[in-house]
């Protein structure tokens, strides 16, 4: 099949590669020069495991080439997806202006039948929008489809080649058939249904997800008060088959591209039908408030935080990424610098990401961990990285000016910490606390 993919970001980058992957011509298209020009050299542009292979094989091989000429790969394929950005208004109102323009620029390029698929995460109604959009600049018969992406990014390229299922949202048995057979090798799960509840499945989803992290974040400091320890009640939870075990980590809440502003937009998008939706949006309060529990923890062991140094490990809103988009280390930052505390981060890939989202004020960005936390008055762990739980306690503590630990991540077992003097402090562990 010839695609076209538009956007190559977390999501069109692995999918059109890993489409390419599959034995299709695909195309990658997107408006950032820079961003061609780097896949072109040979670069990847964001960090993504597994990527960078699978991109010079496919490209190798003739079946990947990447462009900013929309029009051209456009009028080349018969199958075009769209996977654009779709961030949060202010408002929490999902901004389709990318979508928007994606578009029309579509509907200027048709040259004969042809599936748009839209993969962005979009409100329900939106797909029907994009059609009437496209229609107003031609007169070709085309199809549309929503097939909302599920990936998790630090695991894209195995989730997209192998995802738990495949949502074909469609109006058009045309489309539906050919949809069914492009995605088919990936899965037995392929779920056809109707666009608007292709729609909502993924806001669905997201905002589901998001509720269990939040629930066991809620358990988790209940369990600081009682007694009890978050990790064993998860567990204890989680072989119960209607729980099941994942999402069920506590921590200092979910970040990232997807569920803060899906959470909002699925707030929004019933907001505008008169629904209140309480369960979600005390989700967010929730989320948003545990973040605080770091900076609680500090003040409880340090008392006036201005004039300290802290020391951040972890920038990214979760390891195996160098997303920072709407990490908790922004928040826990700023309320830092607020404070007069100066800090100073280590992340092992999204150092740069951050500083150009952030800027240097108040913060030294370090090479290593152990700057980071070199003479620190404490140090906060915000993201669990590989790298954080293979050093040793005992080392840490020598590194550190005062042997204070604010673990939010929970990286560390009771056994690691026996024998050091270091005052440890993670989520929902009173034993450890
Ligand atoms: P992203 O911001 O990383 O990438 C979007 C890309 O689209 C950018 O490179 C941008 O330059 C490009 N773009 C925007 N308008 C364009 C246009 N008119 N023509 C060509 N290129 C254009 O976004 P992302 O993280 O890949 O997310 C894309 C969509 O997928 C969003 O709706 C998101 O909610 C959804 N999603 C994301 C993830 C994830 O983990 N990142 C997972 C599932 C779903």
Redesign the pocket.
């Known amino acids: 099949m010839r695609i076209t993919v538009?956007?190559?970001?977390?999501?069109?980058?692995v999918s059109g590669v890993c489409f390419a992957e599959l034995g299709n011509r695909v195309i990658c298209?997107?408006?950032?020069e820079a961003?061609i020009d780097q896949l072109n050299r040979g670069e990847v542009p964001?960090y993504e495991p597994g990527l960078q292979p699978l991109i010079s094989a496919n490209r190798e091989a003739g079946r990947l080439s990447f462009t900013t000429d929309?029009r051209a790969s456009v009028e080349a394929s018969e199958l075009v997806i769209i996977?654009?950005?779709?961030?949060s208004l202010p408002n929490g109102q999902a901004n389709l202006s990318?979508i928007e323009?994606?578009a029309a620029?579509i509907g200027q390029a048709m040259n004969g039948y042809k599936i748009i698929v839209t993969?962005?995460?979009?409100p329900v109604g939106t797909n029907e929008r994009i059609r009437d959009m496209i229609r107003q600049h031609t007169e070709e018969v085309f199809d549309i489809a929503s097939v909302?992406?599920?990936?998790?990014?630090g695991t894209?390229v195995s989730d997209t080649l192998n995802p738990d299922r495949v949502v074909i949202g469609t109006d058009s048995a045309r489309a539906a058939e050919c949809l069914v057979e492009l995605h088919s090798r990936l899965t037995d799960h392929l779920i056809v249904t109707d666009i608007r509840s292709a729609e909502m499945i993924?806001y669905a989803s997201n905002a589901f997800l998001a509720t269990k992290i939040s629930f066991i974040n809620e358990i988790a400091n209940i369990c600081e008060k009682v007694g009890a320890d978050v990790t064993k009640v998860a567990y204890g939870m989680g072989f119960d088959k209607r729980i099941g075990s994942s999402f069920l980590k506590a921590g200092i809440g979910y970040g990232?591209?997807?569920f803060p502003?899906?959470t909002q937009a699925l707030i929004q998008i019933a907001g505008q039908m008169d629904y209140d939706f309480k369960l979600l949006k005390s989700v967010v309060d929730v989320n948003r408030e545990q973040r605080y529990n770091v900076i609680r923890k500090l003040e409880g062991l340090l008392g006036n935080l201005a004039g300290t140094t802290i020391g951040i490990w972890g920038l990214a809103f979760k390891p195996e990424t160098d997303?920072v988009r709407d990490a908790p280390a922004f928040e826990i930052i700023a309320e830092l610098h607020k404070r007069g505390a100066q800090v100073q981060a280590y992340d092992p890939v999204a150092a740069d990401n951050f500083r150009k989202e952030y800027g240097s004020d108040g913060i030294v960005y370090c090479s290593t961990a152990r700057e980071a936390a070199w003479q620190a008055d404490a140090l906060c762990i915000l993201t669990e990285w590989k790298e954080f739980q293979e050093l040793e306690p005992l080392e840490v503590e020598g590194w550190l000016k005062s042997p204070y630990l604010i673990d939010g991540r929970n990286i560390y077992e009771e056994e690691q910490l026996s024998g050091t003097n270091i005052v440890y402090y993670s989520v929902g562990r009173p034993g450890m606390n």
Request: hydrophobic share 35%.
């Open positions: 538009i956007g190559t970001g977390y999501v069109g980058l298209v997107d408006k950032m961003k964001i929309l996977a654009v950005g779709t961030p990318y323009q994606a620029e993969k962005s995460t979009v909302p992406e599920f990936l998790r990014e894209a993924k990232g591209s997807c502003k899906d997303d």
